[in-house]
């Protein structure tokens, strides 16, 4: 646990830990009765539990997608790190979460000379310093402000900065709308794009341009299929389809060459198959006839029958009766032909999801 908040909304309260999950903010929302599609959301923070150095955000309406952004950036940080923005907060009498995210962006504009064991008996640190004018004894120690590094504003109150250490992520997104700029990292919540989107007046997803930051895949084959996916389908589809991949753990190679054996390249395609991928065999590499019948009867026949069978007859067999193709990575066939069919007509159904639900509530899409 990084935080900890007591927040009220009328006459309501609950304790909310951060960072936390869209699905656990929603159920807070819902135990105070605090609407849950208006964003950004705000709430009267009555205590800060934990850290207790964080009262300087009690008795105000803090943004709590703020603050459940900052805690995220704090549990990167180490103890040492942590009470340097905690002394700039003081020094600087910062009281909202936007200075706090502020201050974690720019670590060079201040050094903080903590004494050993907080013993107030401790030589005072000034005293080594060439000009004491610069410094300032807080809580956590003397805080220099280091006057030669401008501070910059990373976080203008609207879209959060990127970040790199976001976990389990396959896909980092750039989103670009009217000049501003905001990230997704996918698979994420459908509640957090939608606040992505609302945080840059985003009114229809469609009007936006996207652009990859960063593949956590590796090879090329991704992200050129994602570069291509984010010009021709819906983001919460793509959102959808990373959250399918990484969810069976996949051999994303593998599924590679299972994806373009397949005609339907699209994003929900991509969701579909990766439930299905266990039912296709991958032979990689160059393959003929004879290396299909092999692999495809290798755990099937005794040894001393090998002398007696056509396994190129067999490997063209399998090509024919289980369709399948021969790709640039090996060969793909799958393992039960019926299985194309239930593809089909799952990829063809109705996505019943609710992921553009908010956009539809305000008259949107």
């Not at 936006?208 to 010009?231: A, H, N, P, Q, V």
């Amino acid at each position: 646990m990084q935080i900890k908040l007591n927040v009220k909304y009328n006459k309501r309260m609950t304790d909310i830990q951060f960072p936390c999950s869209e699905e656990i903010l929603g159920e807070a929302l819902h135990r105070i009765g605090a609407p849950l599609y208006e964003y950004p959301v705000k709430l009267y923070v009555t205590e800060a539990v934990y850290p207790d150095r964080l009262q300087l955000l009690e008795g105000k309406m803090q943004d709590i997608d703020e603050i459940n952004y900052l805690a995220g950036l704090m549990q990167n940080l180490s103890e040492d790190e942590k009470e340097k923005i905690y002394a700039v907060a003081e020094y600087e009498g910062y009281d909202t979460p936007k200075d706090l995210i502020n201050a974690y962006f720019n670590p060079d504009c201040y050094t903080l000379i903590r004494r050993a064991n907080k013993d107030p008996e401790q030589t005072d640190p000034t005293e080594r310093l060439p000009d004491k004018g610069k410094a300032i004894t807080t809580k956590n120690g003397v805080l220099i402000r280091n006057e030669d590094v401008e501070f910059h504003e990373v976080y203008d109150g609207i879209s959060f900065p990127y970040q790199d250490k976001i976990r389990n992520k396959l896909l980092s997104v750039e989103i670009d709308y009217k000049g501003k700029r905001g990230y997704l990292y996918l698979p994420a919540e459908a509640t957090s794009i939608t606040k992505t989107l609302v945080r840059l007046d985003i009114e229809d997803p469609s009007e936006c341009s996207y652009w990859i930051k960063k593949c956590d895949i590796k090879g090329k084959y991704w992200k050129e299929k994602f570069k291509e996916l984010l010009k021709t389908d819906d983001i919460f589809a793509i959102n959808r389809a990373t959250e399918s991949m990484r969810s069976q753990d996949i051999d994303y190679d593998r599924f590679a060459a299972i994806v373009e054996y397949m005609e339907d390249k699209s994003a929900k395609a991509i969701e579909t198959l990766a439930w299905y991928a266990d039912k296709f065999e991958f032979i990689r590499g160059t393959v003929d006839y004879e290396t299909i019948g092999r692999y495809a009867l290798e755990n099937d026949l005794p040894e001393d029958a090998e002398a007696f069978f056509d396994y190129k007859g067999y490997g063209k067999h399998i090509e024919e009766a289980y369709a399948g193709k021969f790709l640039k990575k090996g060969f793909v066939y799958p393992s039960d032909p019926k299985v194309l069919e239930q593809i089909e007509f799952d990829i063809g159904c109705e996505d019943m999801s609710e992921d553009n639900g908010f956009f539809n509530n305000r008259g949107g899409i």
